[in-house]
């Protein structure tokens, strides 16, 4: 995206992105991440408010006019076509988001967080290298329960609707497998973080040559 060097931040809920995003930026990366855009975009007065209340009703907005998760959740997850229309709604709002903090980050190079990039063949162009953080099923389904309390039921549904832990790994060029004590992981975001600083510096030296 925009020639600078990006890494496409990936892992099926609860394996870590998010603690894992946080470990970078403390190196220096600039993290955008979507689902953060996502939500920022359906708070009271955010950017798709407006096409979700001419297109879902108030129905589907809370008292103080952000969007309903809870109801919007249940109807997308029962029907395609409406799971569809938002997302016609959020996705260019996503892009241009996205777009913008990309154009506004100061970082050595960008880390974009994509829960669903493996699925997305666009976001899959679009960033220079693929980043998933992998952990046991078993790791996914505990944090997640207790996290968002949830059951085990819900939480293998919300798995099942998201690519498999072998499609993400094939679709990894680097990946870190966080399944265990947080301080081992720092280790290796540091030496992550070291190799995507040189790809990013040899990337602009390449730019430079061109020119
Ligand atoms: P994601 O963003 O992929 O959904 P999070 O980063 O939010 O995942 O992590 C899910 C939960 O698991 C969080 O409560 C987080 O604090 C915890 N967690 C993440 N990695 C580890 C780890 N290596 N050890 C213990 N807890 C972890």
Redesign the pocket.
């Known amino acids: 995206m925009t020639g600078r060097f990006s890494v496409g931040l990936t ?10 995003a946080n470990m970078f930026a403390k190196f220096g990366a600039s993290i955008i991440d979507t689902d953060v855009i996502a939500h920022q975009l359906t708070q009271p007065g955010g950017l798709a408010m407006p096409s979700i209340r001419e297109q879902f009703g108030d129905k589907y907005l809370t008292d103080d006019g952000a969007m309903d998760r809870t109801r919007m959740r249940e109807l997308v997850f029962a029907d395609n076509q409406q799971k569809q229309k938002l997302e016609n709604i959020l996705h260019p709002l996503i892009r241009q988001e996205t777009e913008k903090a990309a154009s506004l980050a100061t970082g050595a190079y960008l880390i974009f ?1 994509v ?1 669903l990039l493996v699925e997305s063949a666009s976001w899959r162009n679009k960033v220079s290298r693929i980043l998933v ?1 992998d ?1 046991e099923e078993q790791t996914q389904i505990r ?2 329960m ?2 968002n309390n949830l059951s085990e039921e819900q939480v293998r549904s919300i798995m099942r609707a998201q690519a498999s832990r072998q499609q993400r790994q094939e679709a990894a060029d680097d990946l870190i497998f ?5 301080s081992l ?1 720092s280790d290796q975001v540091r030496v992550l973080h070291e190799k995507y600083q040189s790809l990013a510096k040899s990337l602009i030296n390449n730019h430079h040559k061109k020119v």
């Not at 892992?11 to 894992?20: C, H, L, P, V």
């Open positions: 892992g099926g809920i609860g394996s870590g992105k998010t603690t894992i967080v829960p953080i952990c944090r997640v207790t996290r966080n399944d265990g004590d947080l992981i």
